[in-house]
């Protein structure tokens, strides 16, 4: 090989990579486009919510490994929102204490922190590897509950919810503004509201769910609504630089159902209501429904939730490489890259990422501790 070969081969590595450009929503900013998404763990094992210190060796250990931003898994806003028996939760003020040390931690090594809140609706009460029952409701003696949907039909084989006052959707918005409070006390730099993957807040969303008559279902205005109202109560208790995402499943992939297109209008409305980012992944909604999953098979919604809508966007799903990563972010096709499994069996992934697209020690997001031991 020649020096003008070797020269631009060498200039090509050491160009500019977007997976590790900084990136600001409204007063923070994140150090890199590489971001954790929200995993449920189901670790609560004492069922009440609390973080342990499992939860600190796992979100602590992947802001030393690099990541921009570490979205907490799904965290419920009240008792019967949660997924599983051993959700994590910030319905009460007693929880937050055991919150804190990790926050704390994790904000140290570097990464920006946010948390997921949830409700989850007709998917609650469902089982987990620690109390058994898997994709099954939990009976009542094994610490399951009666759940509650928009309207009173099921969720594949789960037991039959039963549906929702009006009043009791009033709570539930209460709910989530309670619980952004917490978070914001106890330290978190962003809150995100899940309103993805078949959860309460898209069960609302969604046409093949929701059969209601009144102001919070029928039309497209009336079924965001409860949404939008989760959002302007979280806006009013939270900083004005304090940035909220909305994760949402972009497509039901069910003829009739939730589509991109009702995204698209959903991700304007969220923008003017003070909306930083939306989370695009898919599914989760309706059961039986059949994903083409394949590399990348979620990024042509975040591409086209970014551009219709013109807001930021993530993009997740069987995104695992750091050039498959990259090329995303060059494309124009999000804004950040959520690294979900794999990150999983790698916590050390962007300081491999870095190295693989020629970032140089330096630059990379190493902890002076790990600098010895660098990838090169």
Excluded at 205 to 231: A, Q, T, W
Excluded at 267 to 291: M, N, R, Y
Aim: charged letters at 25%; glycine letters at 10%; one cysteine or more.
């Amino acid at each position: 090989m020649g020096d003008v070969e070797k020269s631009k081969k060498k200039d090509k590595k050491k160009g500019p990579a977007r997976l590790f450009e900084p990136m600001t929503l409204r007063g923070v900013t994140v150090r890199n486009r590489i971001w954790l998404p929200p995993m449920d763990t189901y670790s609560a094992f004492a069922q009440d919510g609390r973080p342990t210190p499992f939860h600190y060796q796992h979100y602590v250990s992947r802001a030393m490994g690099g990541f921009g931003m570490i979205i907490m898994e799904s965290t419920a806003v009240a008792p019967e929102g949660r997924i599983s028996p051993c959700d994590l939760g910030l319905w009460s003020d007693d929880q937050m204490d055991a919150w804190r040390w990790i926050v704390a931690d994790a904000k140290a090594a570097g990464a920006t922190m946010a948390v997921q809140l949830n409700h989850a609706g007709r998917k609650a009460s469902t089982g987990c590897f620690a109390v058994g029952f898997d994709g099954e409701s939990v009976p009542e003696e094994f610490g399951g509950w009666r759940t509650v949907c928009p309207s009173a039909n099921a969720y594949g084989s789960l037991r039959a919810p039963r549906a929702l006052g009006v009043d009791e959707i009033h709570t539930i918005v209460a709910q989530f503004r309670d619980a952004a409070w917490r978070a914001y006390d106890i330290g978190f730099d962003a809150v995100q509201i899940h309103a993805a993957h078949g959860y309460l807040l898209s069960q609302f969303l969604d046409p093949l769910i929701n059969e209601r008559e009144d102001e919070y279902g029928g039309s497209f205005e009336n079924r965001i609504r409860i949404l939008v109202d989760v959002v302007e109560a979280v806006r009013t208790v939270i900083p004005d630089d304090m940035p909220v995402l909305v994760r949402i499943s972009a497509t039901d992939w069910a003829a009739g159902g939730w589509d991109l297109d009702q995204s698209v209008d959903l991700a304007k409305v969220l923008k003017e209501h003070g909306v930083d980012l939306v989370d695009v992944s898919t599914g989760g909604l309706i059961p039986g429904v059949t994903i083409p999953v394949k590399p990348g098979y979620q990024v042509p919604f975040s591409e086209q939730i970014r551009s219709r809508a013109d807001i930021p966007v993530t993009a997740v799903g069987l995104i695992t490489k750091p050039k498959q990563a990259e090329k995303v972010l060059k494309a124009g096709q999000a804004d950040v890259i959520e690294i979900g499994r794999a990150a999983l069996r790698d916590p050390y992934w962007p300081l491999r990422a870095a190295n693989k697209l020629g970032i140089s020690i330096e630059e990379a997001p190493y902890p002076a501790q790990y600098v010895r031991g660098a990838f090169r």
